[in-house]
Every structure is written in structure tokens, then in C-alpha cells.
């Protein structure tokens, strides 16, 4: 049915590729087909099911494949052979995004048994062994 829907010719092709990749069509965009009459009589039943969402538990895409210890150690490890690591080395080294990388790495100087501590401030900021 749901191919149907998305090959049908009322559909506009704009709204037809958005679906694409869609597995439910959220009841607010269900309202709004019915409302202009994109849907076929006969296809306007598979609208008024109810759709049914369900949020994962925990992070869907996981934050990095390390474990904390193991981010930890590829960081001293990076600091060792090259003397400091940066935020974008970190984000890198382990696979995490800019803004969690920088989350991270907070905690580990606001950790003293880390081993490592901030030096310099802003763009300038490096993170060496404590």
C-alpha cells in the first residue's frame, strides 16, 4: 500500500522523495494530504490508521565504537609520541563528533586521575599529560 501511495500521480514528486525514506507518514503531514485531497478515495482508509513511533532507548547511533578507557588511552598515547592532542585530533582519533569530543575531553580535566590538563584557551586550546 505504501508504494502505491508513493507511486501514485497525486502525490507531487517533491512530497513522493521525501517519503522515500520514510516508514510511517507522521499524522501531521497525514492531516495535511487529506486536507488537500492529494490521496485517493480509495487510499484515504491507510491514512486514518494510526501510526505508532517508538523512540530507541539510549543513543541510536552510538557516540563512538571505544569505550571511554579506550579513548582515554588512544589520547595519552597521541600525547605521548607528539607532546599535546587537539579537540579536532581527539574528535578524529575517536570517532566523535566536534561537540562531544569537547564534552569529553572536559571531563577528563575536571578528572585529576585522567592524566591530562588543558593548556591555552579558545582555537589555541591543546590538551597535554598532568
Known sequence: MREYFL?????????REYFLGCK???????EYFLSLKYIPPH???YFYIKNTFERTTGNPTSPSPY???ERLQQALNHIDKHGFI???EYANLNRLNYSTASR???KL?????SGIKAKGAA???VWVRS
Do not use: G, M, N, W
Open 109 to 113: 580535566v575536571a578528572d585529576p586521575s
Open 104 to 106: 569529553e575531553l572536559s
Open 123 to 125: 582555537s589555541h586550546k
Open 86 to 88: 587537539t579537540l579536532q
Open 67 to 69: 569505550f571511554p578507557e
Open 7 to 15: 507511486s501514485c500521480k497525486y502525490i507531487p514528486s517533491h512530497l
Open 24 to 30: 510511517y507518514i507522521p499524522s501531521h503531514l497525514r
Open 43 to 45: 487510499l484515504r482508509e
